[in-house]
């Protein structure tokens, strides 16, 4: 009785909230410190956004956004604000005397409850990230939306702090100490989204032992599920147990992992499986047979001649030892350690 109860409650709070955002969506009128906002609104889990573009211009926000990994930079009078579309993570670094060590700006990263949005090209911010992280005052009635913000023109703010911590070239004092600071989160937000919708695109996932070091408990191609998961980290889960793994960076996480079973290849025999499983190669191994089993080589040549051409595939198995594998036609003719 208390299961259904329950589902009943939380039926009614789930139709609640997708009335009161159509209701949003159709009826609400968005003002910016009393000046009518005229960019459409949106609704998306079950909140509303604006155009980011479109709210920031309007509030007199100076934003930029990266073109080559699409992350978006604010600058306000006392912080600086590093975030990108499709994800809720916003990294914020105060810059503030008290926020400053050893010649750097402290960094904090917090998530929202929901992620900014790409709709149609155009990139959307909840508005509830006014509030948590402009210092807005959001004000909803029955028909208006009504944000009230601060001045976010920094003006002469970062000049002063500049010399307050004793820097007599500016120009270091933003480029260097602010600026490749961000330069940075903004490389590592990259790589924290890049690895969210990873995890998000595979639920399941087989272990490459070849281009990782999962340790002995782990087998090659052993299959996994994703439990949870924070930007490079993920905690795993199978007949073993629980286990969480880190990534220094989005490549090596790719590599770390099959995300398919290639032993349910109907075509491969049973000892090739087993060599697989075994990390080992032999003749006569197509292409696929071999990165399955032994991952991703070092380095790839091809060599042409009047018998034909050969494939070679380098191994680095330590810093002077190296195996060589040679295909012709697609399959394996020798092996060289």
Not at 23 to 49: H, K, P, R, T
Not at 151 to 163: A, E, Q, S, V
Not at 219 to 228: N, R
């Given at each position: 009785?208390?299961?259904?109860?329950?589902?009943?409650?939380l039926?009614?709070?789930?139709?609640?909230?997708?009335v009161?955002a159509?209701?949003?969506?159709?009826?609400?009128?968005?003002?910016?410190?009393?000046?009518?906002?005229?960019s459409?609104?949106?609704?998306?889990?079950?909140?509303?956004?604006?155009?980011?573009?479109?709210?920031?211009?309007?509030?007199?926000?100076?934003?930029?956004?990266?073109?080559y990994n699409?992350?978006?930079r604010?600058?306000?009078?006392?912080?600086?604000?590093?975030?990108i579309?499709?994800?809720?993570?916003?990294?914020?670094?105060?810059?503030?005397?008290?926020?400053?060590?050893?010649?750097?700006?402290?960094?904090?990263s917090?998530?929202?409850?929901?992620?900014?949005?790409?709709?149609?090209?155009?990139?959307?911010?909840?508005?509830?990230?006014?509030?948590?992280?402009?210092?807005?005052?959001?004000l909803w009635?029955?028909?208006?939306?009504?944000v009230?913000?601060?001045?976010?023109?920094?003006?002469?703010?970062?000049?002063?702090?500049?010399?307050?911590l004793?820097y007599?070239?500016?120009?270091?004092?933003?480029?260097?100490?602010?600026?490749?600071?961000?330069?940075?989160?903004?490389?590592?937000?990259?790589?924290e989204?890049?690895?969210?919708?990873?995890?998000?695109?595979?639920?399941?996932?087989?272990?490459?032992?070849?281009?990782?070091?999962?340790?002995?408990?782990?087998?090659?191609?052993?299959?996994v599920?994703?439990?949870?998961?924070d930007?490079?980290?993920?905690?795993?889960?199978?007949s073993?147990?629980?286990?969480?793994?880190?990534?220094a960076?989005?490549?090596?996480?790719?590599?770390?992992?099959?995300?398919?079973?290639?032993?349910?290849?109907?075509?491969?025999?049973?000892?090739?499986?087993?060599?697989i499983?075994?990390?080992?190669?032999?003749?006569g191994?197509?292409?696929?047979?071999?990165?399955?089993?032994?991952?991703?080589?070092?380095?790839k040549k091809?060599?042409?001649?009047?018998?034909?051409?050969?494939?070679q595939w380098i191994?680095?198995?330590s810093?002077?030892?190296?195996?060589?594998?040679?295909?012709?036609?697609?399959?394996?003719?020798?092996?060289?350690?």
């Amino acid at each position: 009785m208390s299961i259904i109860i329950i589902f009943f409650l939380l039926l009614v709070t789930f139709n609640t909230l997708n009335v009161f955002a159509e209701d949003v969506e159709l009826n609400y009128q968005l003002f910016i410190n009393g000046e009518s906002f005229e960019s459409e609104l949106i609704v998306d889990n079950n909140a509303v956004y604006a155009p980011l573009w479109g709210i920031m211009s309007k509030l007199g926000v100076s934003m930029d956004q990266d073109e080559y990994n699409k992350t978006f930079r604010i600058n306000l009078p006392d912080k600086v604000l590093t975030f990108i579309s499709d994800s809720n993570i916003v990294y914020q670094m105060d810059i503030t005397a008290s926020n400053y060590n050893k010649y750097k700006f402290g960094v904090n990263s917090t998530r929202m409850e929901v992620p900014f949005i790409t709709k149609n090209d155009v990139v959307y911010t909840p508005l509830v990230f006014l509030s948590q992280y402009l210092d807005a005052i959001v004000l909803w009635n029955d028909q208006t939306i009504n944000v009230s913000a601060n001045d976010y023109d920094i003006g002469d703010k970062w000049t002063k702090l500049g010399y307050e911590l004793g820097y007599s070239d500016l120009s270091y004092f933003w480029g260097r100490v602010i600026g490749s600071e961000v330069d940075k989160i903004r490389d590592k937000l990259e790589e924290e989204a890049n690895a969210e919708n990873y995890w998000i695109e595979h639920s399941t996932l087989y272990l490459n032992k070849s281009d990782h070091s999962w340790g002995s408990s782990h087998d090659q191609l052993e299959e996994v599920i994703i439990i949870a998961y924070d930007g490079l980290s993920v905690t795993l889960s199978n007949s073993k147990g629980q286990f969480t793994e880190t990534f220094a960076d989005f490549t090596k996480l790719r590599l770390a992992f099959f995300t398919e079973d290639p032993l349910s290849n109907p075509g491969w025999s049973n000892t090739i499986k087993q060599q697989i499983r075994n990390r080992e190669i032999s003749i006569g191994m197509n292409e696929d047979m071999v990165w399955y089993s032994w991952g991703t080589p070092y380095e790839k040549k091809s060599y042409s001649s009047n018998y034909g051409s050969t494939v070679q595939w380098i191994y680095k198995k330590s810093t002077y030892s190296f195996s060589f594998v040679y295909f012709k036609n697609g399959k394996v003719t020798s092996i060289q350690n």
